[in-house]
């Protein structure tokens, strides 16, 4: 008995409020909506049938969650949706055939509520957390224009190849509130990438709030000879609308400033895949886009249960440069994309999160629902 509040002492003192809902509860916390209710799918329309209802197999993990409900409305933001929501921007055509492609992004600072009833004063990119996930083709040309509506200088740095006056570095595309800039570069190379405002303090800017997805499908014409693999991953095509494509951020928030995260997640919200879990159909492949930004702790993983996947480092490849893992680590803006199937499973829950259990029980943990498709 002594150890247990010790540990629920340690937990209270140190990471805050989240906890304090379980302990008032004496460990038996129950939690707002119906569990499972509101389950995700891929692409396009497929409704689901014949799995079995997870409502008893997440029951059993409510001891271990969150207790309550995030307002998503109130955020302007909701996981379950933002895991398949990619920004692809205007489209038009430049006077020499290639294609211009541009992005409206804006910063304004915003209180959002990372887990039940705790509120985080972020600065945000188009009012969420993470940014948009914007995804263009190899070789088109972007444009990002950019309006900084916050309270402090910041700026977009983008992963990729560009010019040094395109950097979003101080002196380099970094405004201050009531500016605009906007950045031009050509997208390369092909790859799951990821940009972030750059102004300093750079820990502070970053935690806050203001990074995302930069994700650049390949163009099938440059790599004949893996042309059927490019395909697949180029967005719009019928061979990626077979595959269930994800967007997923590691973050974490420091809701004391401390310089230590009280809270983590995959995409804001914590544990928000554990109360609605996202919905895999068991035939079709999986492709996860991920990255880590998380601040302070100098490492992050992914670890997915009863399966194993493939993995493309920072995905400028089109062959894995990981086979048959079932866990990789990222440090702060190391990204790439993760492949699996589970058309020889079961149906059922089945968990992701990352293998460090501190971060699994502060939010970062999470369940894919397979279910069979519907003929
Ligand atoms: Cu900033």
């Given at each position: 008995m002594a150890e247990?509040?010790?540990?629920?002492?340690?937990?209270?003192?140190r990471r805050g409020l989240l906890w304090g809902g379980l302990a008032a509860a004496g460990g038996s916390a129950i939690a707002g909506t119906a569990a499972g209710q509101s389950v995700h799918s891929g692409?396009?329309?497929?409704s689901a049938a014949g799995a079995a209802p997870p409502q008893a197999h997440l029951a059993a993990h409510r001891s271990m969650i969150t207790v309550g409900d995030v307002d998503n409305e109130r955020n302007g933001f909701d996981p379950s949706r933002m895991v398949t929501d990619w920004e692809t921007g205007s489209v038009s055509t430049l006077p020499?055939?290639?294609?211009?492609?541009?992005?409206e992004i804006e910063a304004v600072d915003k209180e959002i509520e990372i887990a039940p009833g705790i509120m985080f004063p972020a600065w945000t990119y188009n009012g969420r957390v993470p940014g948009p996930a914007l995804r263009a083709t190899e070789g088109e040309h972007l444009r990002i224009v950019f309006r900084n509506s916050g309270s402090h200088p910041h700026s977009m740095h983008f992963h990729g190849i560009?010019?040094?006056?395109?950097?979003?570095v101080p002196g380099a595309g970094l405004i201050g509130p009531g500016e605009e800039f906007v950045y031009e570069f050509d997208a390369r190379p092909f790859g799951c990438h990821l940009y972030h405002c750059h102004a300093l303090p750079l820990k502070r800017h970053i935690h806050k709030g203001m990074y995302g997805l930069f994700v650049?499908?390949?163009d099938p014409a440059r790599h004949p000879e893996l042309a059927d693999v490019a395909r697949s991953r180029l967005l719009g095509t019928p061979e990626n609308a077979e595959w269930q494509e994800f967007a997923m951020v590691m973050?974490?928030?420091d809701t004391?400033?401390?310089?230590?995260?009280?809270v983590y997640a995959v995409n804001t919200v914590a544990h928000a895949y554990m109360k609605r879990p996202i919905r895999i159909v068991r035939n079709r492949p999986v492709r996860i886009y991920l990255a880590n930004v998380v601040e302070f702790d100098p490492i992050n993983s992914f670890h997915l249960h009863a399966n194993f996947f493939d993995y493309f480092e920072q995905g400028t490849t089109l062959t894995p440069t990981l086979r048959t893992v079932d866990l990789i680590t990222q440090v702060q803006a190391q990204r790439g994309i993760l492949e699996f199937t589970y058309k020889d499973h079961e149906t059922g829950l089945y968990m992701f999160h990352p293998h460090q259990s501190e971060f699994t029980e502060l939010g970062w943990t999470g369940m894919f629902d397979v279910v069979e498709a519907v003929a």
């Open positions: 247990v509040s010790m540990w629920f002492r340690e937990k209270i003192s692409h396009g329309t497929t020499d055939g290639r294609i211009l492609r541009t992005f560009h010019a040094a006056r395109m950097d979003g650049i499908d390949p973050n974490g928030f004391n400033f401390d310089n230590g995260n009280e």
